[in-house]
C-alpha cells in the first residue's frame, strides 16, 4: 500500500481515488480531530460514498479523534473499522484496543 492520504472532504477523497492505481489499496486518513470536528456520521457517509462509487479500489478509512477516548468508542460502536486516538494511558489504551478486537476492528498509531 502506498502512503496514507489526509483528506478533508469528499472532493478531496474523490480526487485521492481518481489518481490511484486500480487494485493497489488506498488509505484515507481524516483530518486529526475528525471524529469531534465532523462527527463519526460524517466519515462513515464519506466513506460510503467513495466506496460505491469507486469500486475496484480497496480503501482502508481511518477516523481520527483525537485525544478523545468517548469519540473513539462511539466511532467503533458505530462501526468504523479504523479508529485512532492519540494521548491514551498504558490501562485505557489495552482497554479500547480489546473492545476495537471484539468488534472486528483496530486502533492505528
Known amino acids: 500500500?502506498?502512503?496514507?492520504?489526509?483528506?478533508?472532504?469528499?472532493?478531496?477523497a474523490r480526487a485521492v481515488l481518481a489518481a490511484a492505481h486500480i487494485g493497489r489499496p488506498v488509505r484515507l486518513e481524516s483530518s486529526p480531530g475528525a471524529a469531534g470536528q465532523h462527527g463519526v456520521g460524517?466519515?462513515?457517509?464519506?466513506?460510503?460514498?467513495?466506496?460505491?462509487?469507486?469500486?475496484?479500489?480497496?480503501?482502508?478509512?481511518?477516523?481520527?479523534?483525537g485525544d478523545a477516548p468517548g469519540l473513539a468508542l462511539?466511532?467503533?460502536?458505530?462501526?468504523?473499522?479504523?479508529?485512532?486516538?492519540?494521548?491514551?494511558a498504558g490501562g485505557l489504551r489495552g482497554k479500547l484496543d480489546d473492545i476495537a478486537r471484539q468488534m472486528g476492528a483496530r486502533l492505528v498509531d
Open 1 to 12: 500500500m502506498s502512503g496514507a492520504t489526509i483528506i478533508h472532504s469528499l472532493e478531496q
Open 42 to 65: 460524517w466519515w462513515q457517509a464519506l466513506t460510503r460514498i467513495v466506496a460505491a462509487e469507486f469500486p475496484g479500489h480497496a480503501i482502508e478509512a481511518v477516523l481520527d479523534c
Open 74 to 88: 462511539a466511532a467503533l460502536r458505530a462501526g468504523v473499522p479504523l479508529v485512532r486516538v492519540g494521548n491514551l
